[in-house]
């Protein structure tokens, strides 16, 4: 198995672009997010999704759409990138959904400029 | 709703010293709790992790916390730091989001280990 992978591993935006991040997972978890990472911030989950079609906002979900239209792949879009959304972006997919454990990806670096 | 606390943003030990790092949870249910570690320009690997029965947790390369209900904490600790631990900790809990469990991190503790 892959595990989690994630493309880009490093972007750079010009603000107001839009961009998609790419999640996808071969392990068949049905439960799968998205973080950010800020320094002293720890992980915020800004989206997440329980299958296939349903999704749902995290903590910061605002700049942020997500679809689910298979179980392997969770793309997270960036409509309209702005400064504020540099960050590194982890997507995870849950391992145990008993306990919540999840697994995560390498990341993505992002610079918005 | 949960939430963790990490006191110490960094930590620095000399090699072969104790490591202790702490973290404090609160949460409406009863917690699961995890703690990853994430070495630079890497993903969070779990390091360990705490659902039910005993409470001291042993993880990967020598790391154990133990859960303490009544002082809502859970620290890990290594009884002898090695140069490869250095890295970032984050312990984290696990609450009910609507129909899933979603974990809450800490901000995260950055472990230096001097020679």
């Known amino acids: 198995n892959a595990g989690v992978t994630q493309t880009p591993k490093f972007q750079v935006l010009k603000t107001g672009q839009s961009m998609t991040l790419q999640c996808a997972q071969d392990?068949?978890?049905?439960?799968m997010s998205w973080y950010r990472q800020d320094p002293g911030m720890g992980l915020r989950l800004i989206h997440y999704?329980?299958?296939?079609?349903?999704?749902d906002q995290g903590e910061v979900p605002n700049g942020y759409n997500v679809s689910r239209s298979t179980t392997e792949d969770f793309p997270l879009r960036l409509l309209s990138a702005a400064p504020s959304q540099t960050s590194v972006y982890f997507c995870?997919?849950?391992?145990?959904?008993?306990?919540?454990?999840?697994?995560f990806g390498p990341g993505t670096r992002l610079t918005v400029t | 709703a949960q939430s963790v606390t990490q006191l110490g943003s960094h930590v620095s030990v000399s090699e072969g010293a104790l490591v202790l790092l702490r973290c404090n949870y609160s949460s409406s249910v009863p917690p699961y709790l995890f703690w990853y570690v994430q070495y630079p320009n890497q993903g969070l690997q779990l390091l360990l992790k705490?659902?039910?029965?005993?409470?001291l947790v042993k993880g990967i390369n020598g790391f154990e916390a133990e859960f303490k209900k009544s002082e809502t904490s859970f620290h890990l600790t290594k009884p002898s730091a090695h140069m490869s631990d250095a890295a970032e900790y984050f312990c984290?809990?696990?609450?009910?989001?609507?129909?899933?469990?979603?974990?809450?991190f800490g901000s995260g503790t950055q472990l230096t280990v001097l020679p």
């Open positions: 995870a997919s849950t391992f145990d959904r008993a306990s919540g454990e999840q697994y």
């Open positions: 984290a809990v696990s609450g009910l989001s609507g129909s899933a469990r979603q974990l809450t």
């Open positions: 392990m068949n978890h049905e439960y």
């Open positions: 999704s329980v299958g296939a079609g349903i999704t």
């Open positions: 705490y659902t039910t029965g005993a409470t």
